[in-house]
Nanobody, 119 residues
């Protein structure tokens, strides 16, 4: 059974930082493009950042460019999302997903981790 397990969420003040991690059990993880999505209350789930299977290519939503950095360690079957200069509008449940195709999510979702940014 494929599992994606996120961690690292929490409550932080505006301007602060958090680092999310997603550990994957999927056997083909090192060949999967992966992404971080988020869903705020009463809003649709959106792609925040994506990374190619080898880490050479990344994508960021305009709202997080210059503040968030996605990375991966295929030896550890883990992807990361470093979030700096957090804003209250970043408050959401963050989900790890893969394999993604462009902005289209793949089959496997994590359970999500709550990020709350206070003003």
């Amino acid at each position: 059974q494929v599992q994606l397990v996120e961690s690292g969420g929490g409550v932080v003040q505006a301007g602060g930082s958090l680092r999310l991690s997603c550990a994957a059990s999927r056997r083909t993880f090192s060949r999967d493009n992966m992404g971080w999505f988020r869903q705020a209350p009463a809003k649709e789930r959106e792609l925040v950042a994506g990374i190619s299977w080898n880490g050479d290519s990344t994508y960021y939503a305009d709202s997080v460019k210059g503040r968030f950095t996605i990375s991966r360690d295929n030896a550890k079957n883990t992807i990361y999302l470093q979030m700096n200069s957090l804003k209250p509008e970043d408050t959401a449940v963050y989900y790890c997903n893969g394999p993604i195709e462009g902005a289209t999510p793949g089959t496997y979702w994590g359970q999500g981790t709550q990020v709350t940014v206070s003003s």
